[in-house]
């Protein structure tokens, strides 16, 4: 019979993802709650955590706790400094922090940082560093491991390190264009158009001049080359276009494993395929969020 | 004594500027109203027009009207077609049309459209073409015509015609990340900090991975690099940055006629000078929308 021996949770600024494994590293609870950062309201950090431990997680308030993600940005429930590039998974473990609890033992994982490749620009994650070391623990790979999201992360990984990082604001980028300018007032009825989504790509692509790129957004539906419910598709594709320009630009056709869930990594998988990019593997992000957060607790444990 | 001879006015989705001419074309009497098209509520055009006839405009009902701006737009009083380019004063001339109104005698200034160059995507603009050819009735100049604001455009001159141009989101994009994105939230009592726009120039120019770019505000202000009330400056001069580099690369270092008004013109003025832009002239943008109505209404009346 398993012995449950750890709570994780994923603990991001909209989502929260709790976990319970047995001694072996099987996850044999799941729960999803919706206390991410911005929405704990009036509640503490620990009477968040307090909320959720129910049903199967009932009872197992002794175990330690492992929390990655926002959770341990100065926004959070006690800051872990990020740590810098080059990072081993033993680095993550050297910087876990306890939080101020005087109910559970929790500890919480930093974040990272590291100079951009070649232009000196900082970068920071948090919650990625977990997934990818997840990643590790199932696949010993170098090259790139890219997470798409609102600030999608390109880590470039060797010798089980994390040797550096950039980030773009792709996915934040599409969303206030969309919701906030004059593009998205010409969208209706999006529906997904893979026509419009590799023009958009192609044209990322090759147009360096983004902020001229996107007023084509506009001027596609004025003369009808574009349909209305197309343009979402037009415009998330000059948008990961030229993220992934800039990316091959600074490294080349490198392996990519490629981490997340649903349609945003369905569009980045189109996106390098069209780019050349022929090496392209993809893993589940709350799987290799599960892995990641159990092999910092083993690494601790073992210590 | 002068006698009135024109009612003209520029009238975009935010401004409206109406003008009263002599004979000769010296503008008598000005007046800014609040009923540009998104202000317009349940008021038709003519009756927004109706409302602003007062003052030194009252009694002139029965002169003819020159409208510009968005006013022509499908979403304005009617239509005005968008002009090919290469454009001259004759071709917007061309394109004027009757507004549908028992009150007034009302024609309405075309915009212009425009392959830009080397890239086969299309353009468009309304209301700039009265200031680029109201600049060229003051000074018959080649080169680049460049409008800053909400879309900034780069209009090519040559033989007193516009052969092409371009736009660019950058007025729009700016205020749409530092409204609604994670980058606003970081910035705090505002002022211009000539230091760090020139920063954000620099890399906006040397830096193509804009989206990647964008992040480093937030990470210049999370390592305080950059304090929080100079962000704004900042984020500025990374999205003109990378407008700037842009053009210089279609077309180089050709002298550049600069429209407008305020703080906005400054920057670009400090942006093109930092990129090697030796030949910058500078015009008031109200100045040259009065000279532009004015020249194209005496062209139609020669006509």
């Not at 919480?108 to 997934?131: C, D, H, K, Y």
């Not at 539906?221 to 091959?248: H, Q, R, T």
């Not at 080349?252 to 569009?267: A, F, N, T």
């Amino acid at each position: 019979m398993s012995t449950p021996s750890l709570i994780a949770a994923d603990w991001g600024t909209t989502n929260f993802r709790l976990f319970l494994y047995d001694q072996d590293g099987k996850v044999i609870a799941r729960h999803a709650a919706n206390i991410g950062l911005k929405n704990l309201g009036v509640l503490s950090f620990e009477q968040a955590l307090q909320s959720v431990l129910k049903d199967d997680f009932a009872g197992h308030e002794n175990l330690p706790f492992l929390l990655s993600g926002m959770v341990g940005s100065r926004q959070g429930w006690i800051e872990a400094p990020y740590a810098a590039c080059p990072a081993s998974l033993q680095t993550l473990v050297d910087g876990l922090v306890k939080a101020p609890s005087d109910k559970y033992d929790v500890s919480i994982v930093p974040g990272l940082f590291a100079e951009s490749p070649g232009t000196g620009l900082l970068n920071v994650m948090r919650g990625e560093e977990t997934q990818i070391f997840g990643l590790l623990e199932q696949e010993k790979a170098d090259g790139f491991f890219v997470l798409p999201g609102t600030h999608c992360k390109w880590a470039l990984i060797r010798d089980e390190k994390v040797q550096s990082f950039s980030t773009h604001m792709t996915g934040e980028a599409f969303q206030v264009l969309k919701t906030h300018s004059i593009l998205g007032a010409l969208m209706n009825n999006d529906r997904h158009d893979d026509e419009a989504f590799l023009l958009g790509v192609e044209r990322g692509m090759y147009n360096r001049a983004l902020l001229s790129l996107l007023f084509s957004v506009r001027t596609e539906a004025l003369f009808n080359n574009i349909k209305s419910e197309s343009l979402s598709s037009y415009l998330s594709g000059i948008l990961i276009g030229s993220e992934v320009i800039a990316e091959l630009e600074r490294h080349g056709h490198s392996p990519v494993r490629l981490v997340g869930d649903g349609q945003l990594v369905d569009l980045y998988e189109k996106a390098l395929a069209f780019a050349g990019f022929k090496d392209v593997t993809r893993y589940d992000g709350t799987n290799v969020s599960e892995a990641g957060l159990w092999a910092i607790h083993k690494l601790r444990s073992n210590s």
